[in-house]
Every structure is written in C-alpha cells, then in structure tokens.
Nanobody
C-alpha cells in the first residue's frame, strides 16, 4: 500500500516563501510519477507541478512557472514543492499525489496541507 503525508503548510505574507514536503511510503513503482495539486474554496482542484522519476522531467502550471519548483530527495522518499514569491491567489489546500507512470490517473493522495497567503 502507498501512504502520502504532507507537511510544511502555513500562513505567509505576500512575496514570501514556503516549502511543502510529502513523505511517502510504499512501492517505488507506484510512486514513480508524482504531483502537487491544490484546491481553493469554491474552485476546482488544479494541478500545480508534476515530476516523473523515470525520466527526471518536471512540468508546471502556467500560474506558478518560475515561482515553484518540484523535486525529490536523493533517497527518493520525499517529494517537495518549493514555493517563492507567493501571492494571495496561491492560497489553497495543497495535496501530493502519486501514480504508476503508465496510469493516467493519480491513484494515491495525501490528506493535504493548508497554505494561506495574505
């Protein structure tokens, strides 16, 4: 089974930075492709950043390009989202998710961590 546990959320002023962490347990195969999503009140969930460990590629939503960076640690069991130049519109619950890279749908989700920018 796969478990994902996010941490690092909090409140920050506009222009500030935060680093989110997602520690995961379980099959490396099932967590080879991972991503961060977010959902603000009254809005649909949106993908923020994704990383493919098989090929080392990353991708970002246009709204966060140049401000957010997604990466994994060397041991490969923690996913990070470094967020800089935060803006009020970044306020949301942030979730990490994992899937087998051959599966288009994310199969495993964390419980979320709240980010509030004022």
């Amino acid at each position: 089974d796969v478990q994902l546990v996010e941490s690092g959320g909090g409140s920050v002023q506009s222009g500030g930075s935060l680093r989110l962490s997602c520690q995961f347990y379980g099959s490396k195969y099932a967590t080879a492709c991972m991503a961060w999503f977010r959902q603000a009140p009254g809005k649909e969930r949106e993908g923020v950043a994704a990383i493919d460990s098989d090929f080392g590629s990353t991708s970002y939503a246009d709204s966060v390009k140049g401000r957010f960076t997604v990466f994994r640690n060397h041991a490969g069991n923690t996913l990070y989202l470094q967020m800089s130049t935060l803006q009020p519109e970044d306020t949301a619950m942030y979730y990490c998710a994992a899937r087998r890279c051959g599966n288009p749908q994310y199969e495993y989700w964390g419980q979320g961590t709240q980010v509030t920018v004022s």
